[in-house]
Nanobody
């Protein structure tokens, strides 16, 4: 049974950093592409970053390039999103997603609020 559990969100000042975690079970994170999304109030869910299984190549939406880093820990079967230089526009619920056998699985999300 696939499960994803996000954690690490919180309130941070502009310019600050947070590291989000997505703990996975029911599969191994190095066997499937793992993605982070975010959704803010009144907006559609937005793709943020992907890490692919082969070689761990990463991809980012333009607005987070150079500030966010997606990575994975195969021992702990966890995917991370390191977020630096945070802006108020980064405020959102952050969710991780995996697709297995054509089925999309989502975590419950973790709230990130960037405010002074």
């Amino acid at each position: 049974q696939v499960q994803l559990v996000e954690s690490g969100g919180g309130l941070v000042q502009p310019g600050g950093s947070l590291r989000l975690s997505c703990a996975a079970s029911g599969f191994t994170v190095n066997s499937l592409s793992m993605m982070w999304y975010r959704q803010s109030i009144g907006n559609e869910r937005e793709w943020v970053a992907t890490i692919i299984p082969a070689g761990g190549k990463t991809y980012y939406t333009d607005s987070v390039k150079g500030r966010f880093t997606i990575s994975r820990d195969d021992v702990n079967n966890t995917v991370y999103l390191q977020m630096n230089s945070l802006r108020p526009s980064d405020t959102a619920v952050y969710l991780c997603r995996v697709t297995k056998f054509g089925v999309n699985y989502w975590g419950q999300g973790t709230q990130v609020t960037v405010s002074s």
